[in-house]
Nanobody, 123 residues
Framework: VQLQASGGGLVQPGGSLRLSCTAS????????MGWFRQAPGKEREFVAT????????YYADSVKGRFTISRDNAKSTMYLQMNSLKPEDTAVYFC?????????????????WGQGTLVTVSS
């Protein structure tokens, strides 16, 4: 499975962006998926995850209430709607496919990763 993340860019604080992640294989629709991010000099951290059918989602406390994860299995695509962006949201955002059908918050639970898309929040 190959993943292509897109939608990153430069946005002012308080602005919005929508990230997309498209999988090369429909088999990804049977698995949970997630978003992680990595800021310069920091460890990769969990952002949000969604189960195979979209029925269960979890968010990091730092983004809860501002970010929304969703997926469209017919298009083999997952989304991350990011609102009220803050400078501390600046990072490379990675999408990933879980080893499991449910939602997973730890990196070792994922076996396919996209290349990342850069989000910069700055005035």
């Amino acid at each position: 499975v190959q993943l292509q993340a897109s939608g990153g860019g430069l946005v002012q604080p308080g602005g919005s962006l929508r990230l997309s992640c498209t999988a090369s294989a429909r088999t990804a629709s049977n698995n949970g998926m997630g978003w992680f991010r990595q800021a310069p000099g920091k460890e990769r951290e969990f952002v949000a995850t969604i189960s195979w059918n979209g029925g269960t989602t979890y968010y990091a406390d730092s983004v809860k209430g501002r970010f929304t994860i969703s997926r469209d299995n017919a298009k083999s695509t997952m989304y991350l709607q990011m609102n009220s962006l803050k400078p501390e949201d600046t990072a490379v955002y990675f999408c990933a496919v879980s080893r499991y059908s449910g939602s997973t918050t730890y990196t070792s639970g994922y076996h396919y990763w996209g290349q990342g898309t850069l989000v910069t929040v700055s005035s």
